[in-house]
C-alpha cells in the first residue's frame, strides 16, 4: 500500500483571500472563492465555489468517511464549523472575510494531504482529471481491501488471545464523555481581538496582549479575559500543536513580519513592527479559533482554558 501512495500526486491548493459575486437567482447574489489547483507544486488549474458548496462537500465527506464503514481510516474526515462560516460569510469585516477563506483553505489542504479522502466528490470539487483521477480511485480501493483482509495466523492469535485473557473495550461511559465533549465543542465560541503589547524589561522580551473572549453555549453568558504571551510562546504552541494533531495547521510565518532587510534602528521603526506583529498574532489566533479541529489540549493551555471543563485557569481581567 506504501509502494502505491509514493506513485500517487501531490495535490495543493491556496484561495486568495478575495472573493466574486455572482447572481444564483434573481436579485440574489453569494460569493464565490477562487482555488488555485497545483499538481506536485505545479499550477495546473482554477475552480470556484460558494460556500454553500464547502459545506456540501464537508457533509457528504462525513456521510462516506464514518469509522464503521470505511475501516482503513483511524481518524475522522475533515470538518467545517458551519455556524461560524456563516456568521463570517454575513459579516462586511475584510478580518473576519479573511478567517472564512483560510479556515477553507485549511479544509480542502487537510484534504489533499491524505489520498485516503480524495474521494470523486473531492476530484469533482478540484476538477482533477486522469491520469490523477484514477490512480487515487484505485489507492482508495486497494486500501479498502488490504484492511478488510485479515490472515488465518492473526485470526488465530486473537482467538488464542480471546481464549486466554478478556479484551479490554473502551468503556461505554469513557465513549458517551468523549462524544459529549466533542459536542460541547462545536457548541464553544471562541474569539481574539487584540490589545496592546507590552515591553518586559525583567524578561528582555515583548509580550502580547489578546482578550479572549468565550460562550459555551448559546445560553451562556459572554467571558472575557486576557492573555499574555511572547512570540516565542507563539512559536511553541505551533510546535506543540503539530506534535498533537495529524493535519496540516496554518503556519505561524505566513502572519507576521519578516525581519529580513529591516533595520529597526530607530524607536519609531521598532513600534511599527511590533504594531505589525501584533496584528499578524491577531490574524493567527483568529484563524485557528475558527477551525474547530484545532481545538486541542495544547490550544486551551495557551489560553488559559481547563481542556476537560472549559472552564478560564486564570479569574478572567476586566479590560
Known sequence: MERSKERLVKIDIKIPRKFQRRMISPNIFDKYFDIKVSINKEPKHKVSHSLIEFIDLAKKLHLIYTISKFKVLSIDPPSLDFQDLQRLNNSDDMEDLNSMIEALEAFLSEICADPLFMHEIVLDFLNIQDPYRSDFAKYINYSQMMSSKISSVEKEKRKSLNDSIELKEVPLHKRMKDVAKKARIQDLRLEAKKVRFVYFMQKNDVYYNYEITMTKNPHDPVVNWVVSRSYNDFKALQQKMREELSFALPELKDFVPSKVGLGLESDAEEEMYREKMLDGL???????????KMYCKTL??????NPGTFEVTRFPTNL
Not at 282 to 292: A, M, Q
Not at 300 to 305: D, S, T
Request: charged share 30%.
Open 282 to 292: 491577531e490574524k493567527y489566533l483568529k484563524t485557528v479559533l475558527s477551525i474547530k
Open 300 to 305: 486551551f493551555e495557551f489560553l488559559g482554558i
